[in-house]
């Protein structure tokens, strides 16, 4: 008696449901947890670019306090580099680089406290919403924020920010800054650098569809 062999029949619906069950997911990467292709809205993965924010802030005090220690004591200012380059002592009640003083030194001071809050805020927001894989962004961010904060410590704790780089050509002079405006400054730099960098190219998943069983 010959044998008689079947032939191979398709996978049912079934069986690919059930194989697909087996199948290692990516269930347990959440936004909380911080997903593997960057998921934005997280904190996660960005610890090395809120000590970026930490190590401005901490340097923009730490000059502000040598500088308001020391100018008063060496003549009012310091040469680093002569006819181009010096430090002194200046109190500002305005914004970066010293502009609205004259408004800050009023009744604008308050309502440029709110802008300065304001604009915090929304750093801070952006900086978390920012995900993990744009490096870029969250260097620029991190600079912006620790900047930021830098001259609200200052604005908040002692009425006006403590500007000290003077930087001049012959009878010309730029507005007076500090490191936190200086920070601010390479941070929107590097933002509008990115915004014309090209996004990453990304992989498609080919779409494979399971196998039906032909009718009769």
């Excluded at 079934?14 to 593997?36: H, K, N």
């Excluded at 014309?196 to 998943?205: D, H, V, Y």
Aim: net charge negative.
């Amino acid at each position: 008696m010959t044998p008689t062999h079947e032939p191979p029949t398709a996978a049912s619906d079934t069986d690919v449901t059930e194989r697909a069950s087996e199948a290692p997911s990516d269930a347990g990467l959440t936004p909380e947890s911080g997903g593997a292709d960057g998921t934005p809205g997280t904190w996660s993965g960005k610890a090395p670019f809120a000590l970026l924010s930490l190590a401005v802030l901490a340097l923009d005090q730490w000059s502000k306090q040598w500088i308001e220690t020391t100018i008063p004591q060496r003549g009012g200012r310091i040469t680093i580099v002569p006819d181009l380059l010096d430090f002194i002592y200046v109190r500002n009640t305005g914004l970066a680089f010293g502009l609205f003083a004259e408004q800050g030194a009023s009744a604008g001071r308050i309502a440029l406290l709110v802008l300065v809050f304001a604009a915090v805020g929304f750093v801070g927001y952006y900086f978390w919403s920012t995900p993990p894989s744009d490096r870029v962004s969250l260097v620029a961010l991190g600079l912006v924020l620790g900047g930021a904060f830098g001259n609200l410590v200052d604005r908040v704790g002692r009425g006006a920010v403590t500007d000290f780089i003077d930087f001049y050509v012959g009878d010309w002079h730029w507005h007076t800054f500090n490191v936190a405006d200086s920070a601010i400054t390479v941070g929107f730099v590097l933002i509008v650098l990115g915004a014309f960098r090209k996004p990453p190219a990304t992989e498609k998943t080919p779409n494979i569809q399971p196998a039906r069983a032909k009718a009769g």
